[in-house]
C-alpha cells in the first residue's frame, strides 16, 4: 500500500498575463483583468505530494522536516514577492498561469526528491482557482 505526505507551502507573487503576439484586443478577450497593464498579485498556495512507502524504522515515506526545506529552498525563495514576469529566470518567456507554474515547479523539485516519490503538485492561485501536475 502506498502512502501519500503532503507539505503546503505559501508565497505571494504578481504576474500578468498576456501573449506578446497578440493585440491588446485579443489578450483582453483571453486574459481579461489578467491582461492589467501593471500586473496584478496573488496570495498562492503551493501543495507537494509524495507517495511511497512507509519506512518500518522512521514511521515516515519521507522526512517532512526535508520536504519542506527543499520546497522552500529550491521553489518558494525563488518566486515569493517576485514579479513572475520578470524576476524568476526559470519562467523567463513563459506565460506565468498557474499550470505554468506547477509543471516549472515539478522540473524544478523531481530531481530534489529520491525518485518516484514526487507525486503531484498543486498551485493555487486563488480559492476557486488550482492547476495541478500528477505523475501518471
Given amino acids: 500500500?502506498?502512502?501519500?505526505?503532503?507539505?503546503?507551502?505559501?508565497?505571494?507573487?504578481?504576474?500578468?498575463?498576456?501573449?506578446?503576439a497578440w493585440d491588446d484586443a485579443r489578450n483582453v478577450a483571453v486574459f481579461g483583468s489578467c491582461y492589467n497593464l501593471h500586473g496584478h498579485g496573488h496570495d498562492y498556495t503551493l501543495e507537494v505530494t509524495v507517495a511511497g512507502d512507509v519506512d518500518p524504522g522512521t514511521g515516515m515515506i519521507l522526512n517532512v522536516k526535508e520536504l519542506k526545506r527543499v520546497v522552500d529552498e529550491k521553489v518558494i525563495a525563488r518566486v515569493d514577492h517576485k514579479n513572475l514576469n520578470f524576476d524568476v529566470p526559470?519562467?523567463?518567456?513563459?506565460?506565468?498561469?498557474?499550470?505554468?507554474?506547477?509543471l516549472a515547479f515539478w522540473k524544478i523539485l523531481e530531481p530534489e526528491i529520491p525518485a518516484g516519490r514526487l507525486h503531484e503538485i498543486r498551485v493555487?492561485?486563488?480559492?476557486?482557482?488550482?492547476?495541478?501536475?500528477?505523475?501518471?
Fill in 90 to 102: 526559470f519562467l523567463e518567456g513563459q506565460n506565468p498561469t498557474a499550470e505554468t507554474l506547477a
Fill in 124 to 136: 493555487l492561485e486563488t480559492e476557486n482557482n488550482v492547476a495541478t501536475v500528477r505523475r501518471d
Fill in 1 to 20: 500500500m502506498k502512502v501519500m505526505l503532503t507539505a503546503r507551502a505559501r508565497f505571494s507573487a504578481a504576474h500578468r498575463l498576456l501573449n506578446p
